[in-house]
């Protein structure tokens, strides 16, 4: 009994300073949308506003000593301090029947863009979603959230396809902070290997660096950028190994010569590199319809030394997204119907999660696309 009341006095504590007042009675739940490592996720409606939010509760494990998670904590902080129109905006922090019982409320975003290919894959084959100005403003998009979080020290460290979402509007929105972390302030100590997940994980974690830098977020978005073009991932590893050889297959063996202190990383030593597979790139055949300057652009998102790939700041001034065809603006992007179902099941070709549980393969959206609502003068309106 004394042990509840410590937990409810350090969230009181906690929260009183960001004047959480709400209960999670003022939203109805309308469906589960999703389960992660850190929490489920409820499509819900405000009964004051009437908006629609997701509403994540937060999961009381991996807790500090007063009985509150510090992953939760770290999250809320960190959410606290993100205010940018392509980062998922954290509206409101609310609290159930248990003071310990706590809720994040978030814009709600009808898709993931994971989902949203492979749905409109399968309703147009050989067809692409998005025209190329489009994917040029995704990745601006992505890039401008990602430069905001390294501008302030901030690593996401868990950029893929399915936390980037897209409102019914075209926004396009960086999401799922669980594993930020502030650099900074892990200036003297070892940062966790086990992040990023398997697909978009960078070289230097897969060989067991833990003094990475923000360079591994941008590796994930060479990843990202590689398979909006292709509709598929690029490198798609089924184990740390296979991860490897699966990114030496395309961008050719590294070297101590082009990756300085390669040879010393932790797992160096466990490589097995095909002989037969190439020191040089094979990129440029990969993505044979990518213009030189956006394939400039990709090889420098995917360089081997961390020292040495581009920053999201200078990919942003990359002369890809200033020449035509340019990128599309963003109050014309097209948008999508949702019928507000569940697609389980076409998660469960996914990869691991950074955490690598099954409950974090099974992340559920309600998103599923119907008949096309037409044209109208101001954006395309797609189905």
């Known amino acids: 009994m004394r042990g509840g009341a410590v937990a409810d006095d350090a969230v009181d504590a906690f929260f009183e300073p960001l004047g959480v007042c709400r209960d999670v009675e003022d939203f109805e739940k309308l469906n589960r949308i999703g389960e992660g490592t850190y929490g489920t996720v409820y499509r819900a409606r405000d009964r004051r506003s009437q908006r629609i939010v997701a509403l994540k509760r937060v999961l009381l494990h991996n807790e500090g000593s007063d009985g509150f998670p510090i992953t939760a904590l770290r999250e809320i902080k960190l959410l606290k301090r993100l205010r940018h129109p392509n980062c998922v905006q954290l509206l409101d922090v609310v609290v159930g029947r248990k003071r310990s019982s706590v809720f994040l409320v978030f814009e709600y975003c009808e898709h993931d863009l994971a989902l949203l290919l492979r749905a409109q894959s399968h309703r147009v084959p050989h067809r692409h979603p998005f025209t190329e100005s489009e994917l040029k403003r995704i990745m601006l998009s992505i890039l401008h959230a990602v430069e905001h979080l390294h501008a302030q020290s901030l690593v996401h460290r868990d950029i893929k396809l399915s936390n980037v979402l897209y409102?019914?509007?075209?926004?396009?929105?960086?999401?799922?902070?669980?594993?930020?972390?502030?650099?900074?302030?892990?200036?003297?100590?070892?940062?966790?290997?086990?992040?990023?997940?398997?697909?978009?994980?960078?070289?230097?974690?897969?060989?067991?660096?833990?003094?990475?830098?923000?360079?591994?977020?941008?590796?994930?978005?060479?990843?990202?950028?590689?398979?909006?073009?292709?509709?598929?991932?690029?490198?798609?590893?089924?184990?740390?190994?296979?991860?490897?050889?699966?990114?030496?297959?395309?961008?050719?063996?590294?070297?101590?010569?082009?990756?300085?202190?390669?040879?010393?990383?932790?797992?160096?030593?466990?490589?097995?590199?095909?002989?037969?597979?190439?020191?040089?790139?094979?990129?440029?055949?990969?993505?044979?319809s990518l213009s030189p300057k956006g394939l400039d652009l990709l090889t420098r998102m995917l360089t081997y030394d961390p020292a040495q790939r581009i920053t999201a700041r200078e990919a942003l001034e990359h002369p890809f997204f200033r020449e035509k065809p340019f990128p599309q603006e963003a109050s014309m992007m097209p948008t999508f119907p949702s019928l507000h179902e569940d697609m389980k099941s076409?998660?469960?070709?996914?990869?691991?999660?950074?955490?690598?549980?099954?409950?974090?393969?099974?992340?559920?959206?309600?998103?599923?696309?119907?008949?096309?609502?037409?044209?109208?003068?101001?954006?395309?309106?797609?189905?």
């Open 167 to 288: 409102d019914r509007y075209g926004a396009v929105k960086l999401a799922d902070f669980g594993l930020a972390r502030e650099l900074a302030t892990a200036r003297d100590e070892p940062l966790t290997p086990k992040v990023v997940t398997l697909w978009y994980r960078a070289p230097e974690i897969l060989l067991g660096c833990d003094r990475y830098t923000t360079a591994v977020d941008v590796w994930s978005c060479g990843c990202i950028f590689a398979e909006l073009l292709l509709q598929d991932p690029l490198f798609p590893g089924t184990s740390d190994l296979d991860q490897l050889d699966k990114i030496f297959k395309v961008l050719g063996r590294p070297s101590d010569h082009i990756w300085p202190g390669m040879s010393e990383l932790p797992n160096a030593d466990k490589l097995r590199v095909d002989s037969s597979t190439r020191s040089t790139s094979t990129l440029h055949k990969t993505l044979h």
């Open 346 to 383: 076409s998660e469960s070709k996914r990869p691991r999660d950074a955490h690598e549980t099954q409950s974090s393969l099974s992340r559920r959206h309600e998103s599923r696309f119907g008949q096309a609502f037409g044209r109208d003068l101001k954006r395309r309106h797609i189905a």
